[in-house]
């Protein structure tokens, strides 16, 4: 199977051509030229078009950005051998720019035109990865949290999601509570909103609190789906599950943010539990317990999913919700892992699906990434190597200069 992402023969046959005869571009029809430079990977592009001013302008039309953008998708990665970096790449493996990332913060598993990158010691930037201007936000909390125990030595998480009607984008921060002891104790949430990313640090910009939760969330499970960020349940309740403490919380539950309206949604049961103890599942407790870190939240193009990966039977299921108020959901797809699937893992860290239907896969102790084809049964490995982190970028690199690409 071919490396995605790559760009056939013709067209480069066809671009030598074009680039030889620049100065009669003005004879080139348009839609052909919007046809052969539609084939190039942005790197490449943003090359070729110093060459012909036309090119230039075609090259900037929204319209053609964004069926460039469908057409040669870009992530974004932090590589293990390279955290002072966050590195747009394509699906081949190849990078295509380096941004600064001089703290080495871990990349936040977003799907949007912006990055956001932190750290579990309360620190967080938003990144332009087309300017590479960095918004630096404040470490300060919210008035009301000033003398909370949890900012002592604070261990934080973050989620990034963009607000679709004002076209603001928003943080939500996670403080932990110290060890915990006991179900009583708190996370802290906040909220700061922000315009976009710029050099400078937030300035008058300030964190807001927001009402805790009744349950504890794993706030490194977070996803921004649309403007919803969901988590799964925390660890701990596995514990008391363990401890055989009879409680309502079963490890499929799923606890919902509303970003836009800054106030915590119903908790939401995943399907695990229903078709549990059916012919799919062994019918034990102690595997239904087992559950709990075999199951990864993912953003399948706009809609929730759950992702269940069976390493026993080498299968991974994906569950997609369909109605939040009903808890309705389907199981849309059932991946037979390959060989080539590496064998120590027991879940994914992250998964999303390309406009095309191919589904980007990537395992947290190898930290190798996969790409799917639903059509065709198969994957292809991108690349060698190890990704600590991985996104997908939704904007646009067709306005960057020559040097700044790699």
Request: charged share 25%.
């Amino acid at each position: 199977m071919a490396s995605p992402g790559t760009s056939s023969p013709p067209a480069t046959r066809s671009t030598r051509r074009l680039a030889a005869g620049a100065s009669n571009a003005g004879v080139v029809p348009a839609d052909v030229l919007f046809d052969v430079l539609l084939r190039l990977p942005a790197k490449e592009l943003c090359r070729l078009r110093a060459v012909c001013r036309a090119w230039r302008s075609l090259t900037v039309d929204p319209l053609f950005a964004s069926a460039h953008a469908a057409r040669h998708p870009l992530l974004l990665a932090n590589f293990r051998d390279d955290r002072m970096h966050i590195c747009v790449v394509d699906l081949s493996g190849n990078v295509v720019k380096r941004i600064p990332n001089a703290d080495g913060h871990r990349l936040l598993c977003t799907r949007l035109d912006l990055a956001c990158a932190a750290s579990v010691g309360n620190s967080c930037h938003v990144i332009d990865p087309a300017t590479g201007d960095v918004h630096v936000l404040p470490e300060i909390p919210a008035p009301e949290h000033l003398n909370r125990e949890n900012l002592r030595e604070p261990y934080t998480s973050f989620a990034f999601g963009r607000i679709a009607t004002t076209g603001e984008y928003k943080v939500l921060r996670i403080f932990e509570p110290p060890p915990i002891t006991g179900i009583n104790e708190q996370q802290l949430f906040e909220v700061l909103t922000i315009q976009g990313a710029s050099s400078s640090s937030s300035g008058r910009a300030q964190w807001r609190a927001r009402q805790n939760h009744d349950r504890l969330v794993e706030a490194s499970s977070a996803i921004v789906v649309g403007e919803v960020v969901y988590f799964k349940v925390h660890r701990f309740y596995d514990d008391l599950i363990l401890c055989g403490i009879n409680i309502s919380i079963k490890p499929d539950n799923i606890i919902s943010f509303d970003l836009e309206r800054e106030e915590w949604k119903g908790v939401l049961r995943g399907p695990i539990a229903d078709i549990f103890q059916t012919d799919e599942y062994d019918d034990h407790l102690e595997d239904y317990r087992f559950l709990w870190p075999e199951l990864t939240l993912a953003d399948l193009k706009g809609s929730l999913s759950l992702v269940h990966y069976r390493k026993s039977r080498r299968i991974m299921d994906l569950w997609v919700l369909k109605d939040f108020d009903t808890g309705l959901w389907v199981k849309e797809y059932v991946i037979q892992i390959e060989l080539n699937f590496p064998t120590t893992e027991w879940r994914v860290r992250s998964l999303f699906m390309l406009e095309d239907g191919r589904i980007v896969i990537h395992f947290p102790k190898t930290g190798l990434l996969f790409i799917y084809d639903l059509r065709t049964n198969t994957s292809v490995q991108m690349g060698r190597r190890h990704l600590e982190a991985v996104a997908v970028y939704t904007g646009n690199l067709l306005s960057l200069q020559v040097g700044d690409m790699v």
